[in-house]
């Protein structure tokens, strides 16, 4: 029976209540690991920042790498900041910085959301007649896609007094609401926000500061050494359609969707975030303090070279290269290159995983993936069709699948914002007039190299791999299912 809270219907499936106790269980070994963990957690904090600014950024439409906006933050206080993409991540690392060093003096207020505005937008002129203050014009959230184009996600609350009288009910709704859960409250906060959409521009990247805040607030802290904006950025197709479909009901929406997506990104940051200290932890195990802060930096700086090291942790040049050299020799880190093009990596030594599977259909048409190192790979070796119609005849899947033109594109996004792309028909993976409902790919896809046709550099990783449906209808008549191998 979906409960009311506030203007929308919840319905608290098991499935959600069990997300939110797997959460809360994490949060509860969480100050244990803190303490264990927290020179390795610095360095955390200072890649999540600049994940969280670039990704934030780069969802509303910014082309900055994060290779780029690190460079500009180190730079920021002698920086001319002329384009708008740089105007952007400066406001945004400036408020994402406010948050986490003071987010316990931050009460929710009117006039704390309105500052928070004030600092996010402070670094472009064009800004200045709207920043810290609720829109003066009508707008409506847009999706901006990669090939330039816009999509109306959906309609928002209109200017003057509608707008304020919607902010006051949900401010005074957070703080009137004893009973409903932190994390679900937060979630909601934020999508009742993005609803709103309260002010001219900046309102998507306040509502991830403003979830981030809220989670911290809550006693959530480890939420500031991984980063929330990442995740929505690698599932921003799903993010702006869960937006879209919840939107439609409005007012009086049920809003279980979109807990479950929120939900479903804290979990996978909270293994994101024991993954990285696991790892860290089994290579550094026998290492001294010092060696294992060298190496946690390489581990999240893939690439680097030993002056970057010796300036980030401020530890003198010779003895980085000292240690460098002691673990290359035992196998710890690789060396790649010679003289001033001199860099390392630490390749992980995860085992192959084996006939994984995923499926993409007309709800889920995209699956990414996240390959760290130049020995990581997804190998694609065999598809199962499932037709979502009823048939007789085996060529009754081609004329379908030919006259849809249904196909999977792979994408492949390096480090430094090169993209490759390559479709593939399903139709040239079997006979087309007699489709078998599993079929074996006689040469396997292997991403990247099957889709550069040329070895990945080390520069490049961080890589994002994207599988999606695609084809010349909107709706599919079949759900597809990858079997694949992963390194």
Not at 21 to 45: M, N, V, Y
Not at 133 to 150: C, F, L, P, R
Not at 211 to 224: K, V
Not at 249 to 276: H, Y
Request: net charge negative; glycine share 4%.
């Amino acid at each position: 029976m979906p409960q009311n809270i506030h203007t929308f219907y919840l319905d608290l499936t098991m499935k959600l209540m069990s997300e939110l106790s797997t959460i809360d269980r994490f949060d509860a070994s969480w100050a244990q690991i803190e303490k264990r963990e927290g020179q390795t957690l610095k360095q955390l904090k200072t890649i999540a920042t600049v994940r969280s600014v670039g990704a934030s950024t780069r969802i509303e439409g910014s082309k900055m790498t994060d290779n780029e906006v690190e460079v500009l933050i180190d730079e920021l206080k002698i920086s001319k900041l002329e384009e708008r993409d740089q105007q952007e991540v400066a406001g945004y690392f400036e408020a994402l910085d406010t948050i986490t060093e003071s987010y316990k003096d931050i009460i929710i207020s009117e006039g704390n959301l309105k500052n928070l505005h004030k600092i996010l937008m402070s670094h472009c002129d064009k800004d200045e007649w709207h920043r810290g203050e609720y829109k003066q014009i009508s707008n409506s959230v847009e999706a901006n896609h990669q090939d330039g184009t816009k999509q109306i996600v959906f309609e928002t609350t209109e200017p003057g007094f509608a707008t304020e009288q919607a902010m006051r009910d949900l401010l005074e709704w957070y703080h009137s609401d004893k009973e409903t859960l932190p994390i679900v409250k937060a979630a909601l906060f934020v999508y009742d926000f993005l609803s709103i959409h309260p002010f001219q521009d900046g309102n998507g990247r306040l509502s991830r500061l403003l979830g981030t805040l809220l989670l911290l607030r809550s006693g959530y802290t480890w939420i500031q050494y991984v980063s929330f904006e990442h995740e929505i950025e690698h599932r921003k197709v799903q993010y702006y359609k869960v937006l879209m479909k919840t939107q439609k009901q409005r007012p009086g929406e049920k809003v279980d969707e979109w807990t479950n997506f929120f939900l479903d990104c804290l979990l996978n940051i909270q293994d994101q975030l024991m993954s990285k200290l696991d790892s860290h932890e089994n290579s550094s195990s026998q290492l001294a303090p010092r060696t294992k802060n060298i190496l946690g930096y390489i581990e999240n700086h893939p690439g680097c070279k030993s002056s970057d090291i010796s300036e980030k942790l401020r530890i003198p040049q010779s003895t980085v290269k000292k240690a460098l050299t002691t673990m290359v020799k035992n196998k710890i880190i690789l060396k790649y290159g010679v003289g001033a093009g001199t860099n390392y990596l630490a390749e992980k030594t995860s085992p192959l995983q084996s006939d994984l599977m995923f499926k993409l259909t007309n709800e889920t048409k995209t699956k990414e993936f996240l390959l760290m190192g130049t020995s990581s790979y997804v190998e694609i070796k065999k598809i199962i069709l499932t037709p979502l119609f009823e048939w007789t005849k085996p060529d009754e899947w081609s004329v379908k699948l030919m006259n849809q033109g249904l196909c999977f594109k792979v994408t492949v996004i390096s480090n430094t914002g090169s993209t490759f792309s390559q479709p593939y028909a399903l139709t040239s993976f079997n006979n087309a007039h007699y489709f078998q409902p599993v079929f074996t790919l006689n040469k396997p896809i292997r991403i990247p190299l099957h889709i550069k046709n040329e070895q990945s550099n080390l520069n490049e990783y961080p890589m994002t791999i994207k599988i999606e449906l695609d084809g010349s209808v909107s709706v599919f008549d079949f759900d597809v299912t990858f079997v694949y191998d992963e390194m």
